[in-house]
C-alpha cells in the first residue's frame, strides 16, 4: 500500500522558518519526481517546487530563493525547508509523487501569522 506522509507543518510568525517532511512507502521512491503543492483557501492547488530522480529542481517564483527543495532517497524521504515565510504562504502543503502513477499526501497545514 502506498502512503505519503506530510508533517512538520505548523503556526509560525512572519519571517520564521519551518521545514516540512514527506515519508513514503510502498513505492519506488527514488524513480519518482517527487512535488510540494499547496493550496490556500479559495484557491486553486499550486506547484511550490519539485525534484527529480536526478536531483534537478523547480521552484514557482513565489518561493524562488526562500524555499529548498530536497531528498534523501535512503530514508524515502522529501524535504522542503521554507524560510522567510510571510503569510501569502498560508496554505495546506501536500506532497505528491509522480511516475507511471500519481500518488498525493494528505497534506499538513502552515499558518504564517503574527
Known amino acids: 500500500q502506498v502512503q505519503l506522509v506530510e508533517s512538520g507543518g505548523g503556526l509560525v510568525q512572519p519571517g520564521g522558518s519551518l521545514r516540512l517532511s514527506c515519508a513514503a512507502s510502498?513505492?519506488?521512491?527514488?524513480?519518482?519526481?517527487m512535488g510540494w503543492y499547496r493550496q490556500a483557501p479559495g484557491k486553486q492547488r499550486e506547484l511550490v517546487a519539485s525534484?527529480?530522480?536526478?536531483?534537478?529542481?523547480y521552484y514557482a517564483d513565489s518561493v524562488r530563493g526562500r524555499f529548498t527543495i530536497s531528498r534523501d532517497n535512503a530514508k524515502k524521504t522529501m524535504y522542503l525547508q521554507m524560510n522567510s515565510l510571510n503569510p501569502e504562504d498560508t496554505a495546506v502543503y501536500y506532497c505528491?509523487?509522480?511516475?507511471?502513477?500519481?500518488?498525493w499526501g494528505q497534506g499538513t497545514q502552515v499558518t504564517v501569522s503574527s
Open positions: 505528491k509523487a509522480n511516475s507511471w502513477s500519481v500518488y
Open positions: 510502498g513505492i519506488l521512491f527514488s524513480r519518482y519526481v
Open positions: 525534484i527529480s530522480s536526478d536531483d534537478s529542481t
